[in-house]
């Protein structure tokens, strides 16, 4: 019995155990790292995102617009395959419908990634009183 009932418990057993391993290392080892993973875990990060002369925010949404910058040229390579899978398509090397399900699924992406900003600070504003 390979994948039976003792391999739950065996899997259980070990995130019981890691999971107090974490709390032993965070309460006694390293405090400090305790509580900024409280603070991270808790707290909501916040990109302070205003639309004033172009994008501004603070260190988060800089990193987010880092980020950002990077994926875009390689979710618009990623695009430029569709063109291979519409012609593979024709030639039955692809499934019917592959071409359009990835070239709506990129432009899903980027316009999702440039509108998470705005709708991320309207979210945390929301949370504010909570945390």
């Known amino acids: 019995m390979v994948l039976g009932l003792d391999a739950g418990v065996l899997t259980l057993a070990v995130l019981i155990a890691v999971v107090a391993f974490i ?69 039955d090397v692809f499934r019917k419908g592959q071409a359009f399900g990835t070239f709506a699924k990129g432009i899903i992406i980027i316009i999702f990634i440039f509108t998470f900003p705005p709708f991320w600070s309207v979210y945390v504003s929301m949370m504010l009183p909570l945390s």
């Open 23 to 91: 709390l032993f290392v965070n309460a006694y080892l390293i405090p400090e790292v305790g509580n900024w993973f409280l603070d991270a875990v808790v707290k909501m990060p916040k990109f302070d995102y205003a639309f004033q002369n172009g994008e501004q925010g603070n260190q988060n949404f800089n990193l987010y617009r880092q980020l950002r910058t990077i994926a875009f040229p390689i979710i618009i390579i990623a695009l430029t395959l569709t063109a291979v899978y519409l012609t593979g398509e024709e030639f």
